[in-house]
């Protein structure tokens, strides 16, 4: 069974950082493009961040460009999210997913990643 299992979540200061680590497993998911979004309390779910298969294209969001960074091991079939500089306004659910075998470019769309973590919760004060 495929699956997606998020970690690395927890309570940080402002202007500290947190890693988050996503391990997939169930099939191989290294020509599949992965992704990491977040849903804050009230709020719909929206995009962090995604990497291709190979990790030579890699998108962000404009309120996380600069500060996060996504990367892959494929051998190890897990993706991570390096969260630096964080502020409140990053707090949410963040949530790991994967798009259907075979594809392996990027997208912002949701509704194009077809498995996802249980989510693991961020907590940034002030």
């Known amino acids: 069974q495929e699956q997606l299992v998020e970690s690395g979540g927890g309570l940080v200061q402002a202007g500290g950082s947190l890693r988050l680590s996503c391990a997939a497993s169930?099939?191989?998911?290294?020509?599949?493009?992965m992704g990491w979004f977040r849903q804050a309390p009230g709020k719909g779910r929206e995009f962090v961040a995604t990497?291709?298969?190979?990790?030579?294209?890699?998108n962000y969001a404009d309120s996380v460009k600069g500060r996060f960074i996504i990367s892959r091991d494929n051998a190890k079939n897990t993706l991570a999210l390096q969260m630096n500089s964080l502020k409140p306004e990053d707090t949410a659910v963040y949530y790991c997913?994967?798009?259907?075998?075979?594809?392996?470019?990027?997208?912002?769309?949701?509704?194009?990643?077809?498995?996802w973590g249980q989510g693991t919760q961020v907590t940034v004060s002030s």
């Open positions: 990497t291709s298969w190979n990790g030579d294209s890699i």
């Open positions: 169930g099939r191989d998911f290294s020509a599949t493009a």
């Open positions: 997913a994967a798009r259907r075998p075979g594809y392996g470019t990027t997208t912002k769309s949701l509704h194009e990643y077809a498995i």
